[in-house]
């Protein structure tokens, strides 16, 4: 089991920019594939990205291009960089972690860990 605690989110004006933190513990991060996930109101929780321990990574179409998913296994972290932030992108986001020795997971089914989520608002 990996402990997960989401940082970063916030009020951000459309076209601006946020990242997003992820640290982990507990476990030997770098044996785990790390993905986002986001929940608006009133919506089912969604897939943003996922990245695997070796570096591989995988977007969600909405935000290909704009979005960056990274980590740093030496600080036990995984980050999402959000660029070009638009209303629809408000939401509550969710880290998540899987054991995997190779690949990376874009189902929720497939997540076995979670953190608490950060709220992240896109507004004037």
């Known amino acids: 089991q990996v402990h997960l605690v989401e940082s970063g989110g916030g009020l951000v004006q459309p076209g601006g920019s946020l990242r997003l933190s992820c640290a982990a513990s507990?476990?030997?991060?770098?044996?785990?594939?790390m993905g986002w996930f986001r929940q608006a109101p009133g919506k089912e929780r969604e897939f943003v990205a996922a990245?695997?321990?070796?570096?591989?990574?995988y977007y969600a179409d909405p935000v290909k291009g704009r979005f960056t998913v990274s980590r740093d296994n030496s600080k036990n972290t995984v980050y999402l960089r959000m660029n070009s932030l638009k209303p629809e992108d408000a939401a509550v986001y969710y880290c998540?972690?899987?054991?995997?020795?190779?690949?990376?997971?874009?189902?929720?089914?497939?997540?076995?860990?979670w953190g608490q989520g950060t709220q992240v608002t896109v507004s004037s």
């Open positions: 998540a972690a899987v054991q995997r020795d190779y690949g990376l997971a874009s189902r929720e089914s497939e997540y076995d860990n």
């Open positions: 507990g476990s030997t991060f770098s044996r785990y594939a």
């Open positions: 990245i695997s321990w070796g570096g591989a990574t």
